[in-house]
Every structure is written in C-alpha cells, then in structure tokens.
C-alpha cells in the first residue's frame, strides 16, 4: 500500500508560480514511477509530469513543458510539481499518482495503481 498526500494548491495570478508536495508514505520503495495529472472541470483528467524514483528521469506534457518542472527528494519520499508561468487554462484539481511497475505508459492514467486526494489550483486572469 502506497499513501500519497498533495499540498500546495491555492489561488495565484496568471504568470504566478506555485509549488505543489507529494508525501508519499508505505511501500513506497516498490513505486517506480510517480506522476502528476489534472482535471479541469468539465474535462477528463489527463497527464502533466512524470518521474522515476530511480535515475530521476523525467516525462512531461507538451502544455507545460519550459514553465512546469517535476522533481523529487528520496530521503523525504516526496515529489514537486515547481509551476511557473501559470496560466488561467492551468486552473484544475492536481492529483498525484504512483505507478508500480517498472515499464509502461507513463502518461496513462489506467497504469498507476494508486492516487492522492487532489489539491486545488485557481488562476486568475
């Protein structure tokens, strides 16, 4: 079991930046892949960055790619979602997510076996 625990939403301007947490706790030695994904209302979730705990690779969506960056420190068990340059189409519910498997789609949301409960993240115009 994998418990993951989103902070650092909130409301910001357009060309604001914020900086969401993932506190993973449990068996998170056997989650090999951890990602980000949002949901807008209205709108399906859909993918925004991923990482490795192992190697720091790192995958991310074209919408973000230059203003989002994804990182992670093992000794805490925690990954960062660094948002810079937000835009009001950034406005979504942020999830966090971890995959087990070693292999696979690391933008598909079917692949990750477990999820946080989301954190809010408002831009105005």
């Known amino acids: 079991q994998v418990q993951l625990v989103e902070s650092g939403g909130g409301l910001v301007q357009a060309g604001g930046s914020l900086r969401l947490s993932c506190a993973a706790s449990g068996s998170t030695f056997s989650s090999y892949v951890m990602g980000w994904f949002r949901q807008a209302p209205g709108k399906e979730r859909e993918f925004v960055a991923a990482i490795r705990w192992s190697g720091g690779s790192t995958y991310q969506a074209d919408s973000v790619k230059g203003r989002f960056t994804i990182s992670r420190d093992n000794a805490k068990n925690t990954v960062y979602l660094q948002m810079n340059s937000l835009k009001p189409e950034d406005t979504a519910v942020y999830y966090c997510?971890?995959?087990?498997?070693?292999?696979?789609?690391?933008?598909?949301?079917?692949?990750?076996?477990?999820w946080g409960q989301g954190t809010q993240v408002t831009v105005s115009s």
């Open positions: 997510a971890a995959r087990l498997r070693y292999s696979g789609t690391y933008y598909s949301l079917s692949e990750y076996d477990y």
